[in-house]
């Protein structure tokens, strides 16, 4: 197995979401997420801040319109690209506004357009002190009604290492967690009975910058949707958040990382979705 994705170094550099009021939609993040709002259009607007950025675009809500994933530099972006193309995946032109020339894009077997590029702005490392609260973009989760075909084409396909699995009693998928970096899951699927986004997330590093963040949400009238809790997988403690279109929001800390470990079979059970307390289960 050839994990051309973590050796290009991917990670979540923006996601994208459609709406039926993108300008709501984008002003929430703004607002609770310590953002920089953006109108480029009275259908998209565009929220920045440090080490994060989040698209909403007209369309239908709760739908993701593209996420994007940046690369090292453009050597291993077309690594990636040919190592691609090699396992028959038809490659589609980027519609990222994030990425430099050379980007492309892929759909997985659910539709979703997952772009892949070299950022048009390099990333500057976190350090303490600097402006703003520090929580990077840094997984999408799906809801999949076929979580083995995610694994094939995300894992066999793109060349993402596979870190855990959630199985049934039965042995059938739960969750696959999956990496294209040293964190354990950059994009991850739960066994659902829909197809979507199940949520995506913010690694805000420390308990303190999780309640920063709590702290912001409250001061807005946002209440938890659910946590704080710790997962089984990951080992990341987290906070969950629910935006105006109905979509959810992590905000995470204290994410395992991991390099070359075997994969870590959990079972389904609440206590390995919430160490601390209560979960919810999505199969």
Known sequence: MTYN?????????HVAFESSDPKRLASFYAANMDMELIEVSPD????EGPLRRFVAVKGEDKALA??????????????L?????KNGVEILESVSPYFEEGAFAVRDGDGHLICFGVGSDRTIAYAPGREGIHAPTQHL?????????FKEFYVDKLGFFLSDRVLHENGDLATVFTTSNHEHH?????????????HHSYEAGTFENIKKFCDRFASNDVLLTWGP???GPGNNLFVFYTDPDGNWIEISGELETIYDREVIDWPQHPRTLNKWGRAILRS
């Open 186 to 198: 950059t994009i991850a699927c739960f066994k659902s009975d829909r197809t979507g986004v199940d």
């Open 141 to 149: 989760t799906f809801a999949s009604q076929n979580v083995q075909g």
């Open 44 to 47: 998209e607007y565009r929220c």
């Open 5 to 13: 994705a973590v050796q290009a170094g991917a990670y979540l550099h």
């Open 81 to 85: 690209r040919l190592h691609a193309e």
């Open 229 to 231: 809790g710790r997962h």
């Open 66 to 79: 593209y996420a994007g994933m940046a690369c090292r530099n453009a050597d291993v972006l077309a690594g």
